[in-house]
């Protein structure tokens, strides 16, 4: 365990077990189109469904993560809450490697403009109002010079909510198991009325019909931050985290039936899922040292303290390389495929580690492989038993 710059706990192996999540949605974004087709082929549909809520649950994890880290501090009073302070550590945090990789992704818009082919056509505008607004990160259009970014409207508007969930939140010794899954459920049945009201009413906001990416997506993933919450105010045991991977299991095998009043699955149910069993994960690992052993392997920490840079940057990186493939292939196929994988995974794993070395590492805290560049270069890192529960 460390400190960061205002004395606040640093937990390292939850680096290695944010390394993981990167992994998952560098995974889904390469792989996903062509693995849910196996189902089908097999004449499995339904497990189509599990196979695409399992390689989109690394931003589950990420936002339970990111709940539990900002809240922790504030809801166990270790730090006083103070508005400019926390908007200067939230904006400082996340804007400048956001801006610099907003720059990339803009380029990499306007070479695709320049020498087009059959991969795909690039409708999003260049322009001066275009870059501004995209520049305010919060976004009501769902248009975007690299489509990962929608998922940040998620972050913001969890950051805007922090002061409220502070003032209003129970305190540790008031979280019983009862309050606990009363509040959950209280929070899955709201998510689900509003969901539904702006589906039949106020669709540009959030509709079941059709998915637009921006901030009112938000609707699918409130009992992430939720369960973050719970995990910042108090220490559960290894039984409650059992009890949560349990219902968490049994929710995941439940979103994937067909709900016929919704007419389609009740996708968001599958992100409270895998929010709750992400919870038991990292609850296991608070209590179970072979966990945190596992999660404090070197190269998971070295890849989860780039997971920001990472997951800024790939998916403009992915574009670039599929475009540059397109002009010596015809069509999606096997060479196409082969091609374009080999060359962005790397590539973009590179482009992350120059974000994160040039500008990010400037900007975040507590860091263990800030100075390690390269990955095989882990061998000078040693954590020693800092991750040791106290």
């Not at 390469?30 to 082929?41: V, W």
Request: hydrophobic share 50%.
């Amino acid at each position: 365990m460390g400190k960061d710059s205002n004395g606040a706990e640093r937990f390292h192996f939850l680096d290695g077990f944010r390394g993981i999540s990167t992994a998952l949605v560098v995974l889904a974004h390469s792989f996903m189109a062509n693995i849910i087709r196996l189902p089908f082929i097999a004449k499995l549909p339904f497990l189509s469904g599990l196979i695409v809520d399992f390689l989109s649950c690394g931003l589950d994890m990420f936002f339970v993560l990111s709940g539990m880290v900002i809240l922790r501090p504030y809801l166990r009073k270790e730090r006083k809450f103070k508005v400019g302070n926390y908007v200067n550590r939230r904006m400082k945090r996340l804007y400048p490697p956001y801006f610099f990789a907003l720059v990339f992704g803009w380029l990499a818009i306007c070479i695709i403009k320049m020498y087009p082919s059959w991969y795909m056509g690039i409708w999003v505008d260049v322009g001066p109002w275009e870059f501004f607004k995209q520049a305010l990160i919060l976004n009501f259009d769902g248009v975007y010079y690299n489509l990962a970014w929608w998922s940040l409207n998620i972050e913001i508007v969890f950051y805007l909510l922090v002061p409220l969930i502070i003032l209003v939140f129970p305190a540790a010794e008031k979280i019983t198991q009862s309050k606990l899954w009363t509040i959950t459920g209280i929070a899955v049945c709201c998510t689900i009325l509003l969901q539904l009201y702006t589906t039949y009413y106020i669709p540009v906001v959030f509709s079941f019909k059709h998915i637009v990416s921006h901030v009112g997506t938000f609707l699918n993933y409130p009992v992430c931050f939720l369960m973050g919450a719970f995990l910042a105010t108090k220490d559960f045991d290894k039984k409650e985290g059992y009890q949560f991977l349990a219902v968490g299991i049994v929710l995941i095998i439940i979103s994937s039936v067909y709900i016929p009043a919704i007419n389609m699955r009740y996708y968001p149910l599958a992100h409270t899922a895998y929010a709750i069993f992400s919870a038991g994960m990292i609850t296991i690992g608070f209590n179970s040292k072979s966990f945190r052993d596992f999660w404090s392997k070197p190269g998971l920490i070295w890849l989860g303290e780039r997971s920001y840079s990472l997951y800024l940057i790939h998916f403009s990186v992915f574009y670039l390389t599929d475009n540059f493939v397109a002009h010596f292939t015809t069509e999606k196929n096997l060479y196409y495929g082969l091609f374009t994988r080999l060359i962005f995974i790397p590539v973009s794993l590179f482009a992350s580690m120059l974000l994160f070395s040039f500008v990010e590492r400037r900007f975040a805290h507590g860091l263990v492989t800030e100075n390690i560049f390269w990955p095989w270069q882990l061998y000078r890192l040693k954590l020693g038993k800092e991750d040791e529960k106290k």
